[in-house]
C-alpha cells in the first residue's frame, strides 16, 4: 500500500504562480505533470554526492521522451559559485535549452539554490523544479523561490526571487543523508518552532535523540510543519518587503560566520549559533524572556547543533553583517523575539548590547 502524499499549497497571491509542496514517499512519477507539456529538453542539476540518482533520473526522463541531460555540480557550498553557474549557463547553452524547457534541481540547499539561480537567469528565466533530497532543503531552500550564489564578500549575495512550478520532498532520500547533513537541517527546523509553531519544539524535545534520524517518530510531522510555516510567510510576501525577513533569525550572524569560515561550515550550524546570538541579543534589548532565550541552548544542544563561535573574530563578524541584506545604509537590523512565536525587527542595537549578546557567544 502506498503512503499519503501531503500536498502543501504556494503562493498564488500577488499575481505569483501558485504551486505545492508534496511530501511522502516515491514521488518521481510526479515529475513529467510538472515539466509540463511544452518542455521537449530537461537538465537535471545534482550534486557529486547523487551521481547515481541524477543520472537515473536523467535516463528515466530520456526514455520518457524529452532530450535530458545530467550536469553534475560541486557538494554543498563549493556549487554555489559564479563560476559553477556559468558552468550550467554553457550547458544548458550547448544543449539548445529554450524558454519552454526546464531545470530539475536535485539534491540540499546548495544545489536547488544554484538550479533555480540558473533557472533564473537563464534566457530570463525558464521554469523549474525542485527535489529536495536535505532535511533543510526540503523545509526551507526548496520552498519559497530566493535562489542565488554566494561571493567572496558574502553569502547569498547574488541572486533572484525564482519561484519553481512544484517541490518533491521524498522523505526516503534522507536515509543516505550523513548524520551531521540531517542535524543541520534541523536548525531551520528549531527556527521555524521559535517563530512561529512552538509544537515543533515540543515534538523535538520529547526524543532530541530520535530527532535527530529520518527514523524518529515524527520526522514526516516536523518536516511539514516547518513547510507550513514556511510556506506561509512566502505566501504572504514573497519579495521580503517586510514579513518574510522573520525567516532570517539566526542568519544575520549565521551568514557572518559562514563568510569567515570561507563557506566550509554548513549553514544549519551557523544558524544555530546565530540563533542562540539573536536569542541573547533579544534578551539583552529586554524583549525576550529569559525561559524563552534559555530554550535555544537547551534544544540546539540537545540535537547536537553548536553554540559557540570563536571569541576572537567579533570585530570581522561585525563587519560581515554589515552587507546581510536586512541592513538599510549603515543600519543594523536584527530579527529577534518578543516572546515565543513573537518574532520582530530590532534596529540599529547599541553596539555594546551587540557585544554583550555575543559574549555569551564567543569563547
Ligand atoms: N533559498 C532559501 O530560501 C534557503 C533557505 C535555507 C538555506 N538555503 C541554503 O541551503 C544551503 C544548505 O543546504 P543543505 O543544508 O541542504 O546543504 P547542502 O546542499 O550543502 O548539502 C549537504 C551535503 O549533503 C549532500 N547530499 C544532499 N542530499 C544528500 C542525500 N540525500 N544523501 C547523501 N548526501 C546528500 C550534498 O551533496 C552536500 O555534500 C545553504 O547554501 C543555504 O544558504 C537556502
Ligand atoms: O526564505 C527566506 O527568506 C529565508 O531567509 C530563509 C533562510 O533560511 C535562508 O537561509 C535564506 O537563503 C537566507 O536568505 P538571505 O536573503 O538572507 O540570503
Ligand atoms: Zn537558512
Not at 511522502?24 to 530537461?42: D, F, M, N, Y
Not at 557550498?77 to 529554450?98: D, I, M
Request: charged share 25%; glycine share 10%.
Amino acid at each position: 500500500m502506498s503512503e499519503a502524499v501531503t500536498r502543501i499549497p504556494v503562493g498564488g497571491t500577488a499575481g505569483t504562480e501558485p504551486y505545492e509542496v508534496l511530501v511522502g514517499r516515491q514521488l518521481l512519477g510526479e515529475l513529467s505533470g510538472l515539466i509540463g507539456p511544452k518542455a521537449r529538453r530537461v537538465a537535471v542539476v545534482h550534486p557529486e554526492a547523487l551521481a547515481e540518482t541524477g543520472d537515473a533520473l536523467r535516463a528515466d526522463l530520456a526514455e520518457q521522451g524529452y532530450e535530458a541531460i545530467a550536469i553534475q555540480v560541486p557538494n554543498a557550498e563549493e556549487a554555489k559559485t559564479a563560476e559553477v553557474a556559468a558552468y550550467c549557463w554553457k550547458a544548458l547553452g550547448q544543449s539548445g535549452f529554450t524558454r519552454t524547457d526546464v531545470v530539475v534541481g536535485v539534491g540540499g540547499g546548495a544545489t536547488t539554490d544554484l538550479a533555480g539561480f540558473v533557472a533564473a537567469t537563464w534566457l530570463r528565466g525558464v521554469r523549474w523544479i525542485a527535489v529536495p533530497t536535505t532535511v533543510l532543503a526540503m523545509v526551507d531552500a526548496a520552498v519559497g523561490g530566493k535562489t542565488g550564489i554566494n561571493t567572496a564578500e558574502g553569502k547569498n549575495l547574488v541572486g533572484a526571487f525564482h519561484p519553481p512550478a512544484g517541490v518533491l520532498c521524498d522523505l526516503a532520500a534522507l536515509d543516505s543523508l550523513p548524520v551531521n547533513d540531517y542535524v543541520s537541517g534541523l536548525a531551520e527546523v528549531i527556527k521555524a518552532g521559535f517563530i512561529a509553531d512552538p509544537v515543533i519544539l515540543d515534538l523535538i524535545e520529547s526524543d532530541p535523540e530520535a530527532a535527530r534520524t529520518p527514523a524518529g517518530p515524527h520526522t514526516a510531522e516536523l518536516i511539514e510543519r516547518s513547510i507550513r510555516v514556511k510556506a506561509d510567510v512566502v505566501s504572504s510576501d514573497l519579495k521580503e518587503s517586510g514579513r518574510r525577513e522573520i525567516l532570517n533569525y539566526g542568519h544575520t550572524l549565521g551568514h557572518a560566520i559562514e563568510k569567515n569560515e570561507r563557506y566550509k561550515w554548513r549553514h544549519g550550524a551557523a544558524v544555530s549559533v546565530g540563533m542562540h546570538f539573536a536569542a541573547e541579543l533579544g534578551r539583552l534589548a529586554g524583549r525576550l524572556d529569559d525561559a524563552t532565550a534559555d530554550r535555544h541552548r537547551t534544544v540546539l544542544e540537545a540535537v547536537g547543533l553548536p553554540l559557540h563561535y570563536r571569541y576572537d573574530q567579533w570585530p570581522k563578524l561585525l563587519e560581515a553583517m554589515k552587507v546581510d541584506k536586512k541592513s538599510r545604509g549603515d543600519l543594523l537590523r536584527f530579527i529577534v523575539l518578543d516572546g515565543l512565536a513573537k518574532p520582530t525587527v530590532l534596529e540599529g542595537p547599541d553596539p555594546a548590547v551587540l557585544l554583550a549578546a555575543y559574549g555569551e557567544v564567543g569563547q
